[in-house]
């Protein structure tokens, strides 16, 4: 019981700069901070559910790999709160 995504936490790492890594190894993410008005969720992926059980064991894969090079080659940055005005 749920929706139809994921909310993944990256703690310390960009969403975004994750997002566009892990493209090269043929997985599409979306970055939390579009669906923010103000640029938060910077820490965070959604990540849908949506294709038939071998598809996602596919990109359960690739993710798996992109995260595993991510990790090797990035820093933790801190990131950035948002600045509310």
Do not use: C, H, M
């Not at 995504?5 to 970055?31: E, H, I, N």
């Not at 820490?43 to 090797?72: C, H, M, Q």
């Amino acid at each position: 019981n749920g929706g139809l995504f994921l909310w993944v936490k990256l703690p310390g790492y960009d969403a975004s700069r994750f997002a566009q890594f892990a493209a090269r190894y043929g997985v599409a993410l979306t970055p939390g901070a579009i669906f923010t008005s103000d640029g938060g969720f910077n820490e965070y992926l959604r990540i849908p559910f949506l294709l038939d059980e071998p598809a996602i064991e596919t990109g359960v894969l690739r993710l798996k790999n992109a995260w595993e090079s991510f990790r090797n080659t990035a820093s933790i940055e801190p990131v950035q709160a948002p600045i509310i005005v």
